[in-house]
């Protein structure tokens, strides 16, 4: 049990204790926890050092916690993350967004500025749209687009819908149910997903973070890690304009495969595969022929 009582005590010995029990980010998270249970950021758990904590926010402090060293992820203790700068509230039908998600953003704002498509009323459809992240950012970036998202979970679209309106983009965004893009005809100008991509054999042996707290929906990609792309590629086909694009992001190694897969469907490449910050082929971009 935490004993310490001001603000800087309990901060520097929460971080002890997740540094004792393992965690990769002590500090950070130590910080994340108390400032949600204090309702302040960086800034004010330093201007507030001193302060004393009541037995209610020692309580509180002690049960998040708990839950991260039994290895919850820090986003869903809060309930929150942050993806492209926008905060997006999470449920157990979504996946926690990632950074490495916002590889998809950059490769949509680069084809969006080759083709000149800025101002233009940009149809989006985004496949498996999980928080809404994806399509959220982009509607942010791009304000005369319109974007649907689709997602088989009807807990993930509440929580989409429910960012969509947080982050004042309702107006543009609607949301279907559906088993990626069956129940939609289209056209769209341009198709995002990242879907799910693991293979099932690897499922077993991911983190405890991610296997345990993720829903496994947003991860299982069949034997091969392909089964999404296979059905994407195929179907977004029948659903884009032409020069229409499919962005999709991929898992490592797969680039060469997902590029065969939306060739097979009949599109083209449309950009190299784009690597993501720690350099991994992220996401690959295909085009359906111009008329
Ligand atoms: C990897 S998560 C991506 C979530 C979000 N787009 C993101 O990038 O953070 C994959 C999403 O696909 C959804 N999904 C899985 N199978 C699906 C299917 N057959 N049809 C539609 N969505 C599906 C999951 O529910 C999940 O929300």
Redesign the pocket.
């Known amino acids: 049990m935490t004993t310490a009582r001001t603000v800087d005590a309990i901060r520097r010995d929460a971080a002890a204790r997740l540094r004792s029990a393992g965690m990769d980010s002590p500090e950070l998270d130590a910080r994340l926890l108390l400032g949600a249970v204090l309702d302040l950021d960086l800034t004010g758990l330093i201007s507030q050092a001193a302060r004393l904590l009541t037995p209610q926010d020692i309580a509180a402090l002690e049960r998040a916690l708990r839950r991260r060293i039994a290895g919850e992820p820090v986003a869903r203790i809060l309930g929150v993350r942050e993806?492209w700068g926008l905060p997006f509230r999470l449920s157990p039908?979504?996946?926690?967004?990632?950074p490495d998600?916002e590889t998809?953003i950059e490769a949509v704002l680069d084809i969006v500025r080759a083709n000149a498509w800025q101002g233009r009323g940009l149809r989006i459809l985004?496949?498996?749209?999980?928080?809404g992240?994806?399509l959220l950012a982009l509607l942010h970036e791009l304000p005369d687009a319109f974007g649907v998202g689709?997602?088989?979970?009807l807990g993930?679209l509440r929580t989409a819908c429910a960012n969509a309106a947080a982050l004042g983009l309702s107006a543009r965004a609607a949301y279907v149910a559906?088993?990626?893009l069956a129940a939609i005809r289209g056209p769209f100008d341009l198709i995002v997903?990242?879907?799910?991509?693991v293979r099932t054999a690897d499922m077993a042996g991911l983190s405890t973070e991610v296997r345990d707290h993720e829903?496994r929906?947003?991860?299982d990609g069949g034997a091969d890690g392909l089964a999404?792309y296979r059905?994407i590629a195929t179907q977004a086909v029948g659903a884009l304009v032409p020069g229409g694009a499919l962005v999709l992001?991929i898992g490592q190694h797969q680039a060469a495969d997902v590029e065969r897969l939306t060739g097979a469907a009949g599109l083209h490449r449309h950009r190299p595969p784009r690597p993501d910050l720690g350099g991994v082929l992220r996401v690959v971009t295909a085009r359906k022929p111009p008329p």
């Open positions: 993806f039908d979504t996946l926690v967004p990632r998600t998809v985004d496949v498996g749209t999980g928080s992240a994806i689709i997602d088989i979970s993930a559906g088993d990626y997903s990242n879907p799910p991509y829903p929906r947003a991860l999404a059905v992001e």
